[in-house]
């Protein structure tokens, strides 16, 4: 069973100071998305990883992806109110009984205070 | 474009009671996926369809089922409703199956058991 540990569970942070979330496992995956949640909506991808050793950046957002597949980590740089919001790590398994299914961390909710 | 629609968006149940969620994907997404989202699990894995087939499923018991039909759009049962299955119920579409590719997400069927 892929398992993926995200941490920290929650952070509550001031504007302007900036932030890591963590995202582990023992297995690999073939790719890692990273998703953004708000209440009462479904979730959005922000962005997908696959090569190992990759970063990739979405404006202030820094997105890693371990040399062995196995973890991912997720920057922001001075963090903004309109931040806020749960985050999400998912992992694609690389086929046989993962084909098809994302195995999720349990989210990060993150609050940015003005 | 149209997102995807889950309906209904909120239901209540009482045990033993079954339900019927409805979900229509993105123009063209010919891959459906559902999820079932709880404080304590976060978002798991239930099944995955593609063309009218089931790809995989999750660790879910047989009470949980699923179907495609030929337009893509996609139900979930559950029968026989426990109390813990009150969860937010999310539908995700993409245009390639397997995971790999973006899925997008719809807003959820919120499922309250009494």
């Known amino acids: 069973t892929q398992l993926l540990e995200q941490s920290p569970q929650f952070l509550s942070i001031q504007e302007g100071e900036n932030l890591t979330v963590y995202c582990n496992s023992s297995?690999?995956?073939?790719?890692l998305q990273w998703y953004r949640q708000e209440p009462g909506e479904g979730p959005v991808l922000l962005v997908t990883?696959?090569?190992?050793?990759e970063v990739k950046k979405l404006k202030r957002l820094t997105f890693q992806f371990g040399d062995a597949r196995k973890d991912s980590s997720l920057h922001i740089t001075a963090a903004q109110p309109g931040d806020t919001g749960l985050y999400l790590c998912?992992?694609?398994?690389?086929?046989?009984?993962?084909?098809?299914?994302?195995?999720f961390g349990q989210g990060t909710i993150l609050t940015v205070h003005p | 474009k149209a997102g995807v629609t889950q309906t209904p968006r909120y239901l209540i149940k009482t045990r033993g009671q079954q339900v019927t969620l409805s979900c229509s994907p993105i123009?063209?997404?010919?891959?459906v996926s559902w999820y079932q989202q709880t404080p304590g699990q976060g978002l798991q894995f239930l099944f995955e369809?593609?063309?009218?087939?089931?790809?995989n499923k999750g660790n879910f018991p047989g009470r949980f089922s699923g179907r495609q039909f030929s337009n893509s759009r996609s139900e979930m049962n559950v029968s026989t409703l426990e109390l813990g299955d009150s969860a937010l119920y999310l539908c995700?579409?993409?245009?390639?199956?397997?995971?790999?590719?973006?899925?997008?997400f719809g807003e959820g069927s919120r499922l309250t058991v009494l």
């Open positions: 297995s690999v995956f073939s790719s």
């Open positions: 123009s063209g997404h010919r891959s």
């Open positions: 995700a579409s993409s245009l390639v199956a397997g995971a790999t590719g973006e899925l997008f």
């Open positions: 990883v696959v090569t190992g050793g």
């Open positions: 998912a992992g694609a398994g690389a086929g046989g009984t993962s084909y098809g299914k994302l195995t």
């Open positions: 369809y593609f063309s009218e087939t089931q790809r």
